[in-house]
């Protein structure tokens, strides 16, 4: 069974930075495209990044420049560095793959706020 675990979300003032990690279990990553979704409150989620299997990338206008998505594929990880944060980054973030394996975690909460 496929898990996803976020995490490495918090509360950062304008401006700052945060890393978050997604842990997969179940099933081996590195074969599928990993992409880093947001949920904002009232609106539907998003695509924001995402790396295929071989390493390319792709990210939405919205971050682009400033949000770095990367994987481990020996730690069946994916990590998403978030800099520059701006209000409008809060969100939920999710990782899972694209398509979507059909299953998510829990999400990790960003909050940009002074």
């Known amino acids: 069974q496929v898990q996803l675990v976020e995490s490495g979300g918090g509360l950062v003032q304008p401006g700052g930075s945060l890393r978050l990690s997604c842990a997969v279990s179940g099933i081996m990553s590195s074969i599928y495209a990993m992409g880093w979704y947001r949920q904002a409150p009232g609106k539907q989620r998003e695509l924001v990044a995402e790396i295929s299997s071989r390493g390319i990338t792709y990210y939405a206008d919205s971050v682009k420049g400033r949000f770095t998505i990367s994987r481990d594929n020996a730690k069946n990880t994916v990590y998403l560095q978030m800099n520059s944060l701006k209000p409008e980054d809060t969100a939920v973030y999710y990782c899972?793959?694209?398509?979507?394996?059909?299953?998510w975690g829990q999400g990790t909460q960003v909050t940009v706020s002074s």
């Open positions: 899972n793959a694209n398509p979507s394996f059909g299953v």
